[in-house]
């Protein structure tokens, strides 16, 4: 099945440590995405790739870091610095032909105790 | 001003109605138009992707853009208690791929 997938689905972190998600698709796309998503808030972006070893800050990216070593993956790590990391993180992949526009995976809730 | 407005409701309808979901915008710009569907605790799934004005339908959905009023709507026909879930609109420019700017999204529920 071609598709996004993202793990873990929950997380639980403790004030102070590092954690990170992961993104994974197989739909061969260039583009990838990671967005933040709180309750009565739109989603916003925090960092994006559009080809292999380089990356984008997006409008929230202060207190997270990313990756793209394979076309395939996009990690995202939050760090100690994020103020107020409890949130849904979603990661979105887009191609560049067809419906230009971005697909998005099951979701990440991360929960800081 | 945010760049796009839209209802948070919540929206209730009985089973069988027809809904109207809504978005506005400012940016004259944005060319590209999409709605997602967001079940609860789930990822969003795209449903609607239109450019420029016009209607455009696929099966008991249809979306609607007015550009010259800066509005746009998602029409669904028949609701049925499985389209209960939030919808978000989404817009962006033509060279804008990687900037998409999202309403906070409508919840909707259908009841049986």
């Known amino acids: 099945d071609g598709g996004i997938t993202q793990s873990p689905k929950y997380l639980f972190r403790k004030e102070g440590q590092n954690v990170t998600l992961s993104c994974e698709q197989n739909?061969?796309?260039?583009?990838m995405y990671w967005y933040r998503q709180d309750p009565g808030q739109g989603l916003r972006l925090i960092y994006y790739s559009q080809i292999v070893n380089d990356f984008q800050k997006g409008d929230i990216a202060e207190g997270y870091s990313v990756s793209r070593e394979k076309k395939e993956s996009f990690p995202l790590t939050v760090t100690s610095a994020q103020k107020n990391p409890t949130a849904f993180y979603l990661c979105a992949s887009r191609g560049l032909i067809g419906a230009n526009t971005q697909y998005f995976g099951p979701g990440t809730r991360l929960t800081v105790l | 001003q945010k760049e796009v407005e839209q209802d948070p409701g919540p929206l209730s309808v009985p089973e069988g109605a027809i809904v109207s979901l809504n978005c506005t915008y400012s940016n004259s710009a944005f060319q590209y138009f999409m709605w997602y569907r967001q079940y609860s605790r789930k990822g969003p799934e795209l449903l609607m992707y239109t450019y420029s004005s016009g209607n455009k339908e696929d099966g008991r959905f249809t979306a609607q853009v007015d550009k010259s009023s800066k509005y746009i709507s998602l029409f669904i026909r028949d609701s049925q208690p499985s389209d209960s879930a939030t919808y978000l609109c989404?817009?962006?420019?033509?060279?804008?791929?990687?900037?998409?700017?999202f309403g906070t999204g409508t919840r909707l529920t259908v009841i049986p």
């Open positions: 739909l061969n796309h260039d583009a």
């Open positions: 989404a817009m962006r420019t033509v060279s804008g791929a990687n900037n998409l700017f």
